[in-house]
């Protein structure tokens, strides 16, 4: 019983590190690919709206 705080902080940590990995390697990915077919990010919407929320650009 007193190895239950400590192995579950430790798979806690393990599978946090995990999808940081994997948000990361996607943010990558999907870099990669909007450069490399130089598209805008949402090509299919008729919104002039961006992240920042400015309308204006």
Do not use: W
């Amino acid at each position: 019983m007193s190895l239950l705080l400590p192995v579950t902080t430790m798979i806690l940590i393990g599978l946090g590190a995990f999808c940081i990995f994997i948000s990361i390697e996607n943010d990558r990915t999907i870099r990669r690919k909007t450069a490399a077919a130089d598209t805008p990010f949402l090509p299919h919407t008729k919104s002039r709206v961006s992240y920042t929320g400015r309308t204006d650009q």
